[in-house]
């Protein structure tokens, strides 16, 4: 069972900076490989970054790498999006995922938060 809360979401300017926190609850969490997704009104929800239960290796969309850092503290048992020089196109619901694949595609996690809006404007 592996409980997942996001926050940190709000309003900024394109060019701002943002952070995103996916507190996470559950015995099972130091093993589970983490992601963040995002869904924009209307579209798909798409991956945005993952990051595996050891050694923390990092993967990104294309459209957020060199922008966005995705890292945790297994400790803390916190998920992190860094999120630098954001775009009107990164306005989305943002959702923290968990499961014990990795994977870029929705199916495979079996574990999701409700989502943290984040909106750039311009």
């Known amino acids: 069972q592996v409980q997942l809360v996001e926050s940190g979401g709000g309003l900024v300017q394109a060019g701002g900076s943002l952070r995103l926190s996916c507190a996470a609850s559950?015995?099972?969490?130091?093993?589970?490989?983490m992601a963040w997704f995002r869904q924009a009104p209307g579209k798909e929800r798409v991956f945005v970054a993952a990051i595996t239960w050891s050694p923390g290796n990092t993967f990104y969309a294309d459209s957020v790498k060199g922008r966005f850092t995705i890292s945790r503290d297994n400790a803390e048992n916190t998920l992190y999006l860094q999120m630098n020089s954001l775009k009107p196109e990164d306005t989305a619901v943002y959702y923290c995922?968990?499961?014990?694949?990795?994977?870029?595609?929705?199916?495979?996690?079996?574990?999701w938060g409700q989502g943290t809006q984040v909106t750039v404007s311009s």
């Open positions: 559950g015995r099972t969490f130091s093993n589970y490989h």
């Open positions: 995922a968990a499961g014990p694949h990795l994977s870029i595609y929705v199916g495979p996690y079996g574990y």
